[in-house]
């Protein structure tokens, strides 16, 4: 025995010395890798420190004499100048957190026959730009691209699809675009696939049908970096199209959706609650502009219901769905039917809604669950004050005498609220705490409560 408990501690001292002596080789490991990055980025720098821009700008005569008026040749050049502008600061490693192909005025977009060589230049900065954004890896680097005017040309495409699938930004928004020979969607995917820095991600009015929802969730599903999906909307499609949606998306680590203004409507009963639980990383969910029905909404609220993931849902009020769905959703927030409903209503998700019916985002506004749980409790019991009914609900809610201190000690944390109006009438959170704490000891009889006391202690 003692030759064997020797043998299990050198044993024991040995994994124990193996795993520092593993620390000690990733922590190196780590330490060469950064060596070889900034080493790389510092070639750059000094490779490019005389770099200045290899193609010429046309004049507006040029221009105007391929049959260009004078305001699209002054386009043109303006166009140019910011492709010169943008390429230049990438080549000379300058830090630009935020590249646009688009047309933002400001900013450079592609239509012209003759920019195909000033997109080369572009694309290959980027391609670049690389070693830059290795190197700053505190910073946070964005790329846009979409609502080009004019069709983008395939030659065009590509090179930028080559260039991001090669330098990995940490935000990627893909706009509508026109495109001549390749799938928009397609090349989005490929960026994103390998894409391994990549934290937040946004596509708009792209979504056309079923096969484009397959290809995008088997995609993000499988994005382990990704944190956040914004503004991720359909191309006009309908509704029971992109609710494909909730069946499909299945991320890792995703904690911000934002599904608004897709048309989503007739969800199928376990719709929701499925999505809610499988993206289990989901805090914030956005549903703002949705032609939901009434029968949606009694869905959403069981989901609801049963989650405590979730932190943020917004909503926009329908007229045509009746009150009594808008209360379902409420009652999920906060069913104030008994001392145990509301208890055990969901005190995590605060609800962002403008509603004429039911107030709902007044509830779960603090970011604690147990504080939203207290004020709820408090809230009950507040307004059974109002009636002198406490005591009587009490009994009808099942709760006995042992219980009467613990629900008494949820009054403490709203000690210094008072009343403020001289009519009599008051809010939720402004009754006494000691007119609550009164009118219910005195209807149960403190004899009771004695001999409960002797009881636990024999």
Known sequence: ????????????????????????????????????????????????????????????????????????????????????????RMRKCRVIKWIDVSDDPVEPYFFYEGMLPHCK???????????????????????????????LASQVLLLLEKALKHTHFHRLEFHPIQTEGVRYLDVISNCVRVNSRLQVFQLEDTIENSMDIDILCEVLNNKASLAEVIKLMSCGTEGGVFREIFNKLR???????????????????????????????????????????????????????HNNTLR????????????????????????????????????HCRVYIRSPVADIGRFNTCSNPVANRRKKIYTLLSKRNRRRENASFLEQDGIGIKHIPQILSLLKPFSEHHLHDKKGTQGDFEVKPLSIVYEIMRVWRMPELYRLDQMEED
């Not at 914030?284 to 032609?291: A, G, K």
């Open 1 to 88: 025995m003692g030759e064997a408990s020797r043998l299990e501690s050198e044993n024991s001292q040995l994994k124990s010395k193996i795993g520092q002596l593993e620390e000690k080789v990733k922590s190196l490991e780590n330490f060469v890798n950064k060596a070889e990055t900034k080493a790389k980025y510092l070639e750059i720098v000094k490779k490019n420190e005389q770099w200045e821009y290899p193609l010429a700008v046309p004049t507006v005569a040029e221009l105007m004499s391929d049959g260009y008026s004078k305001e699209q040749s002054e386009e043109v050049i303006r166009q140019i100048d910011h492709i010169d502008d943008v390429t230049t």
């Open 121 to 151: 230049q572009f694309a290959y900065a980027l391609i670049e730009y690389k070693h830059t954004i290795d190197y700053m890896e505190d910073k946070t680097f964005i790329f846009r691209m979409g609502g080009v005017a004019q069709p």
């Open 251 to 305: 991320t890792q680590n995703v904690h911000k959706i934002d599904l608004s203004s897709n048309h989503l409507s007739n969800l199928r009963p376990t719709d929701m609650s499925e999505f809610l639980s499988s993206n289990p990383s989901l805090e914030e969910l956005d549903l703002y502009n949705n032609p939901f029905n009434e029968q949606d909404i009694v869905y959403i609220a069981d989901a609801l219901r």
């Open 312 to 347: 943020s849902l917004q909503f926009r009020f329908r007229f045509g769905v009746p009150p009594t769905n808008w209360y379902l959703l409420e009652y999920a927030i906060f069913d104030s039917t008994s001392l145990n409903a509301a208890y055990d209503s969901n005190h």
